[in-house]
């Protein structure tokens, strides 16, 4: 399975961008989608998730701003931020879960796919 990460670019504070994550190969194999982030001198950490019933997860910094969301029919996932904070400031990466648990869902060990990422960068 591959995943092509694009969306990314310089917004500024409270602006929207929209990540997409185009999954290709053997589709089949994913299940729960999953975006991860990492800033700059910071550990990679949990956004979003999308599972294979629509059930979705948040981390609190992003909850009521980010929605994560997928089109099954074009193997694509989604990440709309709105009302975007300095503090977004990171590499986006997509990943790609085969598993149907939910179990500690926000770490990264439990997603076998991984993007390449994609900058977004917050101007204050």
């Known amino acids: 399975v591959q995943l092509q990460a694009s969306g990314g670019g310089l917004v500024q504070t409270g602006g929207s961008l929209r990540l997409s994550c185009a999954a290709s190969g053997r589709t089949f194999r994913t299940n729960a989608m999953g975006w991860f982030r990492q800033a700059p001198g910071k550990e990679r950490e949990f956004v979003a998730r999308?599972?294979?019933?629509?059930?979705?997860y948040y981390a609190d910094a992003v909850k009521g701003r980010f929605t994560i969301s997928r089109d099954n029919a074009k193997n694509t996932v989604y990440l709309q931020m709105n009302s975007l904070k300095p503090e977004d400031t990171a590499i986006y990466y997509c990943a790609a879960d085969r598993g149907y648990s939910d179990y500690n869902y926000y770490t990264e060990g439990v997603y076998d796919y991984w993007g390449q990422g994609t900058l977004v960068t917050v101007s204050s």
């Open positions: 999308i599972n294979w019933a629509g059930s979705t």
